[in-house]
C-alpha cells in the first residue's frame, strides 16, 4: 500500500503545484490587464481634459500634466501645420439686417468683432420697396401781374435716386470696401429683391488682414423700403442668408498614463456671442470642440 500512496500523492503534488501555477499567471495577467485598462481610461480622461480647455479658448501652453486616480498623466498638444479647410459653423448664424423706421434714410451696419483670419462670409439682403404714397399737390395761387421783368431761374437739376446696395469693409474705418455688389438698375415696388455679396455662383469672400468687419447694408435714397426676413438655413439654394464659414484649428493631442497612450485629433470651431460695442464678437472664446478620430495608440503607429 505504501509505495501505491507515495504514488497517489507524488501525482497529486505535481497537479497541484501545476494548478497553482497556471492560476498565478491569470492573476498576473489579470493585475496587468487591470492596470492597463486603468491607465487607458486615465489616458482618455487626459484627452477630455484638453478637450475642455480648448472648449474654454485656454492657450495650449497652459495645459500641464494632471494627476487621475494615482496615475500621473502628460498631454502633449501640436497644432497642425497646415489649418483645417473652412467647415461650416455646428448651426448657421443668421444675422437679421432688419432696417429700423427711423433708419430708412441711412445704412444699417452689422460689425463683426474678432474675426478668425481666413473666416468666408455669404450674405444676402432680402427686402421689398412699398408702394410710394404720393404726396398731395397744393392748388396754386394766382399771382397778380408783375410789370417788372424777373430774371431766368436757372433750372433745378433733378437728383438722381441710389439703389440698395450692399458692401464689407475691414476694420471700422470705412475706407474703400474689399467687396461691394453690383448696383441695381431698378427696384419696382411691391416686388421682392435679395441682393448677394458675392453673386451665387463665385466663391465665398475670404476676410483676411483685419480682426473687425462691417457690413453695409444702405437702403439708398428709395421711401418705402422694408426688410423681409432672412432664412435659418444658410444651405438653401433659394433664400437669402447671412452665413460664415470660418478655419477650424486643428490639433493633435498625445495623452500618455504609464505606459499607454491615447491619440486624438480634436478640431476647434469658434463661436459668436454679443458684443458690448454692438454688433457680434466672433471668438475662441468658448468655441467648439470635436473629436475627428481617437485611437489608443501612439500617433505614429
Known sequence: MLPLVLIIVAIGAMVVIGLL????????????????????????????????????????????????NG??????VTPVETPGAAVPTPWPRPVEPKLPEEELLGPHLVTLYSVPDGAKADISWAFTRLTPTPTPTRTPIPLL??????????????????????????????????????PLTEVVPERKYWIDLPPRDRPPIELLGAESFVFDFN??????????????????????????????R???????????????????MPTWEPDFRGGINYTFSGAEVVTLSWKPYPPDE
Do not use: W
Request: aromatic share 6%; with cysteine.
Open 71 to 76: 496615475l500621473a498623466v502628460m498631454m502633449a
Open 21 to 68: 501555477g497556471y492560476a498565478s499567471g491569470l492573476l498576473r495577467a489579470g493585475g496587468q490587464d487591470a492596470d492597463a485598462l486603468q491607465e487607458l481610461y486615465a489616458a482618455d480622461a487626459g484627452i477630455a481634459h484638453v478637450k475642455m480647455l480648448l472648449e474654454q479658448g485656454a492657450p495650449i501652453s497652459e495645459i500641464t500634466p494632471i494627476e487621475i
Open 219 to 248: 437702403p439708398g435714397t428709395l421711401t418705402g423700403l422694408v426688410s423681409d426676413p432672412f432664412t435659418q438655413d444658410c444651405e438653401s439654394p433659394r433664400e437669402p442668408f447671412f452665413c460664415l464659414t470660418t478655419p477650424a
Open 250 to 268: 486643428d490639433f493633435i493631442v498625445v495623452a500618455i498614463a504609464g505606459d499607454t497612450t491615447v491619440t486624438a485629433y480634436l478640431r476647434q
Open 145 to 182: 401781374p408783375n410789370i417788372t421783368p424777373m430774371p431766368t431761374p436757372s433750372p433745378t437739376p433733378t437728383p438722381i435716386p441710389t439703389f440698395p446696395s450692399l458692401a464689407v469693409y475691414a476694420g471700422l474705418g470705412g475706407g474703400t470696401p474689399i467687396a461691394t455688389t453690383e
